[in-house]
């Protein structure tokens, strides 16, 4: 079992915002970062140490935490954003990087 | 362009082990670890350890201590990947790669990816 909580799938209506969710104590001492995968492709980064964002990724894409729960943000979601969003971190150690199982984002 | 590319996939019987390459380009390859991931069919990303390309350092995830080795040639600005006695869980998609800027822990080049399947 991961030491990062993920939501498996959520959904958001064309256009609307969606806040897709990351919980785990680790997260209280360590920022997230998440990515974005399509079918049969390598992850995408689109927001690290908590809120920035890569070059290239559109400012729709945001991130925010607070205690043990990071967020993803995506304002006015878009057909192309339907994916798979993971988040990492660290474990509760601090000495090794850990993933969110997941979460299946469709837009409707 | 900053570039990670991964050697072929590979099919291997269970027992056996598997050699992964990835060869970087575009930037200076000891100025940045490299990491290795893989992903199950169908499931979520895994996180299996680093190397630090400059000193040879590596940190492995606890699950893979007993049987992962990662090494580089800093002469060919390639990190590989070493995972021995196979079995059919470890079939899955390999990956290497680089963090966006040191010790962020967020992966921003990746490499294509090495299908590994381990098949009797």
């Known amino acids: 079992s991961s030491e990062l909580t993920q939501d498996p799938a959520v959904s958001v209506a064309l256009g609307q915002t969606v806040r897709i969710t990351c919980q785990g104590d680790?997260?209280?001492?360590?920022?997230a970062s998440w990515y974005q995968q399509m079918p049969g492709q390598a992850p995408r980064l689109v927001i690290y140490l908590k809120d920035y964002r890569p070059s290239g990724i559109p400012d729709r894409f945001s991130g925010s935490g607070s205690g043990n729960t990071a967020s993803l943000t995506i304002t006015g979601a878009q057909a192309e954003d339907e994916a798979d969003y993971f988040c990492n971190s660290r474990d509760s150690s601090g000495n090794h990087v850990v993933f969110g199982g997941g979460t299946k984002l469709t837009v409707l | 362009q900053v570039q990670l590319v991964q050697s072929g996939s590979e099919v291997k019987k269970p027992g056996a082990s598997v050699k992964v390459s990835c060869k970087a380009s575009?930037?200076?390859?000891?100025?940045?670890?490299i990491h290795w991931l893989r992903q199950a069919p169908g499931q979520g990303l895994e996180w299996m350890g680093w190397i630090n390309t400059y000193s040879g350092a590596t940190n492995y995830a606890p699950r893979f201590q007993d049987r992962v080795s990662m090494t580089r040639d800093t002469s060919i600005n390639t990190a590989y990947i070493d995972l021995n006695t196979l079995t059919s869980d470890d079939t899955a998609v390999y990956y290497c790669?680089?963090?966006?800027?040191?010790?962020?822990?967020?992966?921003?080049?990746w490499g294509q990816g090495t299908v590994v399947a381990v098949s009797s």
């Open positions: 680790s997260l209280r001492s360590y920022s």
């Open positions: 575009g930037y200076t390859f000891t100025g940045y670890e």
């Open positions: 790669a680089r963090e966006i800027s040191s010790s962020t822990d967020a992966f921003h080049v």
